[in-house]
């Protein structure tokens, strides 16, 4: 079992910048990958960002050149740096874990997920 805490989410006018932070904790040795998925009110959950445990990353087309992931093995802990945030970035974010090999991104490929944080772009 892998619990998940995500941490950093509030309030920011458009243009502005959040970090996320994600704690992993329990059976850390199983995890590959870490992703971050957002979703609002009627919508499908949505990929946001993945990292491998090699470090290859993947980013949705909505937030590429904005966003960064990253994670520091030493402190279990994954992050995504959200500059230039848009209204449209408004949701709640969730962070996930995956013990599959090769580049997970389908929900389904995620088994742990955190509680969710609330990220709200506006003026």
């Known amino acids: 079992q892998v619990q998940l805490v995500e941490s950093g989410g509030g309030l920011v006018q458009p243009g502005g910048s959040l970090r996320l932070s994600c704690a992993a904790s329990g059976s850390i040795f199983s995890i590959n990958a870490m992703g971050w998925y957002r979703q609002t009110p009627g919508k499908e959950r949505e990929l946001v960002a993945t990292?491998?445990?090699?470090?290859?990353?993947y980013y949705a087309e909505s937030v590429k050149g904005r966003f960064t992931i990253s994670r520091d093995n030493a402190k279990n802990t994954v992050y995504l740096q959200m500059n230039n945030l848009k209204p449209e970035d408004t949701a709640v974010y969730y962070c996930?874990?995956?013990?599959?090999?090769?580049?997970?991104?389908?929900?389904?490929?995620?088994?742990?997920w955190g509680q969710g944080t609330q990220v709200t772009v506006s003026s």
């Open positions: 996930a874990a995956s013990n599959l090999l090769g580049f997970p991104r389908a929900v389904p490929d995620f088994r742990s």
């Open positions: 990292i491998t445990s090699g470090g290859t990353t």
